[in-house]
DNA sequence: CTGAGTTTTTACAACGATTGACATCGGCTG
DNA sequence: CAGCCGATGTCAATCGTTGTAAAAACTCAG
């Protein structure tokens, strides 16, 4: 059942070099041959060995897209759309999981699974990977989420700050003044630029800043949000409105707001942001930030595919991933 | 930056050959030697060249998962689990989305990628890939979830039959009389199979079967359940439970009774299956059948690697994962 | 110190596809 | 009919790694 261009050659009668030649769209050939060629490929069902050509070319047509956890719903909608713009391309991805950044590193800075791949779409949550900026990975790189200090890389993001703006502006309008936030960080990283936002939303509307009501918690999981809104409750003076850094802490605080016999959004409201499905289903379904993720899809994938292709001199390129607030229950009106 | 075996050779002073043997943990090799190499590697930061290795070697450690959509949050966690069962063997997956089983057939059946692959864990969910369990697929399969028509490839799945049978009792445990279904299918697939054990435990309880309560809906997506639910509850007599074949549908179903301004599980009692981390977070939280989901990559990838592994002469083997029935607010007493 | 036996290391040829330099072979142009 | 061009074929080399088999180096007994 080994299939090789010998084995098609023979059945077409021609050489190697012609199936070869046709496979590979040499612009001389007759339309007849290509007919035959074509023919006894499609007969022999055969498919050419991904390794020799890719030990061959240089060039492996995988790329690798490395996501903290692919079981997180917006990890996994992310593999599901750059798979799909991928495979479009012709382009097959291996999601690698990198549970936190020193696999990753290790990976994107390391072996870089033994030359097969041709590039990375590398999206870390958390910390900062300052040490990706650099070096000579040799290999494409395109950067997803959060800008990390004085990159050098191709990068596609929603501009996080003015999203977050929006989001907490959004909570002010519906007349909230006490707005707590879920998820803030430091450093240079997804929860430090939404606080960015946030802070700068309050301050625009002349609203006082108050501390307590920012919430850095450990991760970005349904736990997390659950747990930052118990403490939230627990102040003397409790939010009337949260806004969390994803639809995840949402979720989670949602959830600890429903055991806790309040109501969302009579009396805290629920702002989320990534537009998972999931929080379309809750009740009150959620709130929330939504990214064009097809678009960002595309457009990581083709900026990975540009640099790929390209002599290598092309500018580096920011993209902006457009989005819309999607105004549901949890703070309707 | 590419570095080669004669880099790493030149630099250690030997030949090709003795650092590919410390590579591939040859026996007969000196301690000098060994760590003359090692260090070399380590300098260099050598990475076998995959393409090089897997056309040479017949086997690439690559090994493909085929479910419908990555983003489907039970086959999320699936891909995870896979993933991180395969990682700890050194092998790594490549997940592909099959969307509907005629991409599936093509990849399974077909050129199996290029031959990269050296075997495929297949999860269909609806309809039966009777084709795939024969022809001369050439690389190993495990398949899991509902075994179909005369199966003659390794398999794991949940006894979905007892485990239905287990749901759908605890439900008549709890006082309910009429019992609704989503997501019940024909053939062999799960909505058969899992029919088949809702009808065991109605009829081992003595109670009626209504063939109205069973609703068959288009897919196993949340909206399907929204839906299904809606027609439910459009009947003279809607039921006052519900049993989802799986946890999507249950949420969707959970988004519909909560529309309709009905309380779960004092109205209509809810189960679901699958245990999603989604459905602990929903108001009701959701109680399902929970399979270990652990349990069931560990075997699958053990299963397709010593299949790999073998001769080839190793009896057909069926493993049944265990599961639990976790019981929640969404059929509380 | 020699020769047998054993270990360690090496040379060489694949694996399958691609590519480049040329050679051929028709058929077409003028 | 010479000369050209387009379409294929031949041949060989290459990508990086590993299996085979044989050479080289070592051990030990006599």
Known sequence: MVTRLSDVAARAGVSVKTVSNVINDYPHITARTRAKVQAAIEALDYTPNVSARSLRKGRSDFIALAIPEMASPYFAELGAAISRAAKKRGITVLI???EGEAAAE?????GMRGQLIDGIIFSPITTAPTKIARTDTAKPLVLLGERHAGGTLDHVAVDSVQASFDATTHLISIGR????????????GTGAVRRKGYRKALKAAGLPHDPTLELAGTGYHREDGASSMRELLALPEPPDAVFCFNDLLAIGALRT???AGLSVPRDVAVVGFDDIE???YHSPSLTTI???MEWLAEQAVGLLLDRIAGTGEVDRRDLT?????????SSAG
């Open 96 to 98: 690698d999981q990198t």
């Open 321 to 329: 991933v457009p989005y819309t607030l999607q105004i549901r229950e």
């Open 177 to 188: 003044r006490r707005i707590a936030a879920i998820g803030v960080g430091g450093g240079a």
């Open 257 to 259: 707001l429903a055991e």
């Open 278 to 280: 999931d929080g379309r």
């Open 106 to 110: 290790k990976l994107v800075l390391g």
């Open 290 to 292: 939504s990214p064009d």
